[in-house]
Structures are given as C-alpha cells and as structure tokens.
C-alpha cells in the first residue's frame, strides 16, 4: 500500500456527496487511517470504530449508507456484525462489503449475504470504486439521498425565517410531582399544523453539520425562554438542553455555552446538557476534554437515554456526570416485566453508588411511576406528568 505521502496526488477531490455516511470497522489504526483518508477526499462522511460491538451501538445511532468492514475484528468477525445486523429490518439493507486478506473465505462471505468483497491490501482507486459502484446499485439509498437534500434545504429555510419552536417538557420529583427541570425538545411546524417528529430530521442535521447552527440556536433561545420562565415565576428550574455528538466535537462548544449563558443570565448551575453514551464515547479523548471544559463551567451533564447506546461503562468513572436518564425502553415494560424490573433497579443502585441523580424517561402509567418511587427513583419524566408545551405555559 502506498504511503501517506504518496497518496494525496493519487485521490481526485471530487465535488461533497452531501450526507453519504460510511462506516468503517477496522481494528488496524494504520489502515482505518488510509480508508478516512481516502474516503473523506472523495466527500464522504467517515465514521470508523474498531470492533463489532462498536459497529452496532453506531448503526442505530448514525445509519451509514454503507458499511466497510474487516473480516478479523478483536470480539467478533465481520461475518457475525453482518448477520447480526441483518436480524433489524431497518439495517439489514445497508451495503455491507467485507475487507479482508482472506480471499478464500469470499465464497463464504457471499454465502452469507455480503454484498462486496474488497481484498487487502487495496489502491485507492480500488476503494472508491468498491464504495461508488455499491452505493449506485443501492436504489433505496440514491432515492433516500434526493430526498436528504430537500429536507437538509427545507431545515435551513424555516430556521432562518424563524419557523422552528421549542418545547418544554418537565422533570418533576417522582414523589411529589415538583418541577425541578424543563427539557428543551425541538418542534418544527409544518404547513398542516403538525410537527415533523424530531427522529425524522435530526439525525440528518447532525450528519450535514447543520446541527451546529440549529443547536446553537436551541441553545439561545432556550436558555432565554427558561431564564424569563425563572425570573417570571420565582423558581430556580433548571434547563435541560439535547446536544449532539457533532456539537461536542466543535472545539469552540463549551466558549459559545458560556457566551449563550451570559447573554441570557441564566446561572451555570441552571443549566444541563443531555448527551447520550455513544456521542459520549465517538472520539472519547475530544468529547471527554470538551464535557470537562463544560463541566467546569458548572454546566451540569446527564447521560440521555441510558442503557441503549455504548456498551463500556468506564466513561461513568470518567467524565464529570451529574445524572442518568433511564431509557424509556425499560420504564415501558414496567413493573411486569422482570427483565425490565432488574436493569431499572440496577441502575438506580448503581447511580446511587456513583453519586447521580437519576431521571426515568417516559413514564406514562401511574404503575410505572408507582414502581419508580417505591425502588427510591429520584426524578421522573413523561406524559403521565406532562407532554412538551410552549414556555409560555410554565408560567402561572
Ligand atoms: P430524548 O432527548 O430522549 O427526548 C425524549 C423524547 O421522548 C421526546 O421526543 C419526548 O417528547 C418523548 N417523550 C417524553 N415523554 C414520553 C412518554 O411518556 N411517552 C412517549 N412515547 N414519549 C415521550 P421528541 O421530542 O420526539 O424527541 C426525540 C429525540 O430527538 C430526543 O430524544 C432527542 O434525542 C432529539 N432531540 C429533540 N430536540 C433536540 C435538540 O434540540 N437537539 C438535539 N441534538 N436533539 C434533539
Ligand atoms: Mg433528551
Ligand atoms: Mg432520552
């Protein structure tokens, strides 16, 4: 394989291939290093992991296009990452080539489903034409791309004309039912009166980088709405605020917080920042430093939807957390389902150690909420004790 310094006349910057996402899981840094590399040249958005368990946890969350994946991995092979993800219907059709020394095990590998093989060691060329020529044939993924570019276009006309809106949801004592907290969710109208649901949009400005703008404005405009709120009403509720991997990953995040901060005069400690673990965890080193700085401006942090995302618990030990928010997930099937019924307990047992708050996640039972005081649960959210509203229904 070509060195570094040999490569960059080799790869033909072409024009950005707007949100096409590749996945790539190679335990070999060097040559995970030349794919980004390569890929990222010619305008793809790369995101590597070295293992399978990894490559999971970030298809759920960030949903390639297309998936390049080494045949030898740490904990499992690339045939087992593929199977197991052909058991969700949602991933199951995203192009999965295998990159691998291993030519005799092709036949396998086709056997089992795999859409390409690309041999190792690989020229660039050989790369690219393996990415294109698999991307072309996915119709599905060329229609969902036309598609991505509208929504990416329609997103930033209605943030710029002011049409988007936050909702509050709030965060209530489970025992008493007092606001403590309000969380910041995104609302974004659409010309019959409904909102497009978050899910259908937000992931998309989080692969395009617009989720840089839009998070910042969520942030302005959310610390000022609470901070009215406070003075309004005389409470000191706290602001929860969503923030997505891209953003932590922006070096000027945790200045631009406290600029927003002392714009609004909503205190530090009035403010919260809700990351699930595997942003958390997508480039540890950057996202650990960039909470720390947060953290020290005495923004506190909670972990969003925990118990669904990464699999390694050391960033509790790591990072400066302030609370977990259990996954709806398990609060769902409580309090009959035993499964359900030991994780949940676990884990306020665990945060209780560790020093959290906790906050259970969409609650909408009273046998739910009943479970979560009885097991000595903190904080509680849900439609059972309120839906998301305007700010202005805080007040009074
Ligand atoms: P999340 O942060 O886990 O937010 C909780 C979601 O659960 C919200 O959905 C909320 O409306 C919904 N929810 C709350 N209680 C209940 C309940 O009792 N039952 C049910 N079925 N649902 C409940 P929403 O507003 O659709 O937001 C979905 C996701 O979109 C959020 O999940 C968050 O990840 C993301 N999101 C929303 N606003 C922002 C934002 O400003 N920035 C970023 N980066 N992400 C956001
Ligand atoms: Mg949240
Ligand atoms: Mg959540």
Not at 230 to 257: C, D, H, M, W, Y
Request: proline content about 6%; some cysteine.
């Amino acid at each position: 394989m070509p060195g570094n310094k040999e490569l960059a006349p080799l790869i033909k910057p072409s024009q950005p291939k707007v949100g096409i996402n590749i996945l790539v899981v190679e335990d070999n840094a060097v040559v995970s290093q030349l794919m980004r590399m390569i890929l990222e040249t010619a305008g793809y958005v790369v995101l590597v992991v070295d293992d399978g368990d990894k490559a999971l946890a970030a298809v759920t969350d960030w949903f390639p296009d297309l998936i390049l994946c080494d045949l030898i991995l740490p904990t499992m092979n690339g045939f087992e990452v593929m199977r197991l993800m052909q058991r969700s219907q949602r991933l199951a059709h995203i192009p999965f080539i295998i990159v691998s020394t291993e030519s005799d095990r092709i036949r396998e590998g086709m056997n089992l489903g795999v859409d390409d093989y690309l041999p190792k060691p690989f020229a660039p060329d050989d790369l690219l034409q393996a990415v294109s020529t698999r991307l072309r044939r996915n119709q599905v993924s060329h229609g969902r791309l036309v598609e991505e570019v509208i929504l990416d276009a329609e997103m930033r006309r209605d943030l710029e004309a002011g049409k988007l809106k936050i909702y509050y949801q709030k965060i209530v004592t489970a025992c008493g039912g007092e606001t403590v907290a309000v969380e910041a969710l995104l609302r974004w109208p659409q010309a019959d009166g409904t909102f497009r649901p978050p899910a259908d949009w937000i992931p998309l400005a989080e692969r395009t980088g617009f989720i840089i703008a839009l998070g910042a404005w969520v942030l302005e405009r959310a610390c000022n709405e609470v901070q009215e709120v406070r003075v309004k009403t005389g409470k000191a509720i706290r602001l929860s605020v969503n923030v997505s991997a891209r953003q932590l990953s922006e070096p000027g995040f945790a200045v631009s917080v406290s600029e927003i901060l002392k714009r609004s005069g909503l205190p530090a400690d009035g403010l919260q920042i809700e990351v699930t673990e595997t942003s958390a965890m997508q480039d540890p080193p950057l996202a650990m430093r960039m909470l720390r700085e947060i953290a020290d401006l005495g923004v506190k942090i909670a972990i969003d939807d925990f118990g669904t995302g990464y699999s390694s618990l050391i960033y509790l030990k790591e990072l400066p957390i302030n609370s977990l928010k259990i996954d709806r997930a398990f609060i769902r099937d409580l309090p009959h389902d035993p499964a359900a019924v030991a994780i949940v307990r676990n884990i306020l047992d665990l945060a209780s150690k560790l020093n959290l708050e906790v906050v259970a996640e969409g609650i909408e039972l009273a046998d739910q909420l009943h479970f979560l005081t009885e097991n000595g649960c903190p904080f509680a959210q849900g439609f059972l004790l309120g839906r998301p509203e305007p700010a202005s229904h805080l007040i009074g």
